[in-house]
């Protein structure tokens, strides 16, 4: 199951990857990088931060043939992806919750501090956005559509909190990606987001 | 006294990030996280290319403490910020003869050439500044106001040649801080560059 | 023979930085960086990722020197590279060529599977190119010209199949650099490139 989950994520962040760059119009070979980076780049940085080498796609092709694969689709079915459009945001928001408490455990395994695991689960979720921004030349918009990165902060506190009262790790892991999940689609379906700090 | 000057370079570093991040309208996520790279990307990059993993905030979330309190403390003071702005300066400039200084010393405790060592210095010191301005979608501005660098890489080159001289390290390392801090207060009071090599 | 080689391949990426810095208008400092990461950026990224830090210019200053040298002859002679183009062309593209061997060459020493082992080879080849745009604010222009990146897959895969049939090591090795070199220079001369995927 999990298992699944984990590939339906990769698939949705890289195929997310492929329509940002189509959009600069770049080649294929172009839009294979920025593919590969927005599903591995957020997983890759916390590795490297950690010392955990080499990175994890090096140590599993699959992710390679997966993320190939949703580049060639991605661009065979460039006019009809707009259909998918929901059903991408479902993935790629599963996936954000899932790289989130993914990304806790690994600095909990690494013996590293409750605030540190926090930002390791937050990047593991956003930084491979970053990456993919910074490659195609915009300021990351994750730096201005801040309930993103908040929903992962909020589901890597609580995964936190629950394993320190205690939970089950299977109950707490299914709890707070959903946390993830549900402040995302709420905030999104109702357009909330934090108050600006500009008042001109 | 040491640890005091540190914490001082972390936030001038944090705060001059936050200025930066702040005129480009960022929330304050993306705020908090340019202020995160600007403090530590400089000693971030360095550990990893040498392979010291964990980077050293992970292994301390005092680092993180202070960049979050130095962001909050910067969105908080937007606009009295101002009228600290020669105080800042002079953190950053205390920050960046620090970080250099650092950076070589850390060169050598892993055994590596003179050269080499200078390199780290001045990446320490300068390439916080980098990340943060390639996330904000700009040249980084120390690629065109280059006596910021030849500052590093004088109390870089300064440090190595008076521990060939034998000179006791506490002193050596206070010398080499003064040098890189003299050499930008001059420059920059009087307006000082190296020559232009472009004729047109 | 292979020394000058990996040499020439050096000089010619840090000389094809300096081009691109200067036309940035950046100052010697900025320069000497973008002539670094050009030359070294590919594979610092290889050994960061593999685990296999210190990266490579930081065993052996000889790189550090061989930079320093063409950014210096490269801004003396800035206005007579002109004519050298074509041999730099050429120097570049034997570098290309001896990247991608050495890159797949790391993937193997490191028990990495073949399409790993392909993924390094040209990411050795083109990504010094890469952090070089973006340390100058333009989309990567590999990601738009992409039988560079072609050529240089075609060559590490080549090197994979004739190990695979035993092919000697030397002869190989001889062979693969070629393949890269004759397709890159085949499809400059004659301006192939693959098929755009936009129809409009």
Same mark, same amino acid.
């Given at each position: 199951? #999990? /298992?699944?989950?984990? *590939? ?26 920025? !593919?590969?980076?927005? !599903? ?22 699959? /992710?390679?043939? #997966? *993320? ?12 009809? @992806?707009? /259909? ?9 928001? *599963? ?16 013996? $590293? ?8 689960? @937050? ?15 915009? @300021? ?18 609580? /995964?936190? @909190? ?15 990606? #959903? ?5 995302? $689609? ?6 909330? !987001? #934090? ?6």
């Amino acid at each position: 199951m #999990l /298992y699944f989950i984990d *590939i339906f994520g990769v698939v949705a962040f890289a195929i997310s990857g492929v329509l940002v760059a189509q959009s600069k119009r770049m080649d294929p070979f172009g839009i294979l990088i920025i !593919a590969f980076v927005t !599903a591995t780049g957020g997983g890759m940085l916390r590795d490297v931060l950690i010392g955990d080498t080499p990175v994890i796609w090096m140590k599993n092709p699959v /992710y390679v043939y #997966l *993320i190939f694969g949703a580049t060639v689709f991605g661009i065979l079915f460039r006019s009809k @992806i707009d /259909y998918l459009r929901t059903s991408l945001f479902l993935f790629d928001t *599963i996936g954000i919750g899932l790289y989130t408490v993914i990304g806790v455990e690994k600095g909990l395994t690494a013996g $590293l501090a409750p605030p540190i695991c926090i930002s390791l689960g @937050i990047m593991s979720a956003c930084f491979g956005g970053v990456i993919r921004d910074i490659l195609c030349n915009e @300021i990351p918009v994750i730096f201005s559509r801040e309930i993103y990165a908040t929903a992962c902060f909020v589901g890597a506190s609580c /995964y936190l @909190i629950l394993l320190k009262l205690h939970v089950p790790t299977n109950i707490n892991f299914v709890i707070s990606v #959903l946390v993830v999940i549900i402040i995302r $689609l709420v905030a999104v379906r109702f357009k909330i !987001a #934090l108050p600006s700090v500009y008042k001109d």
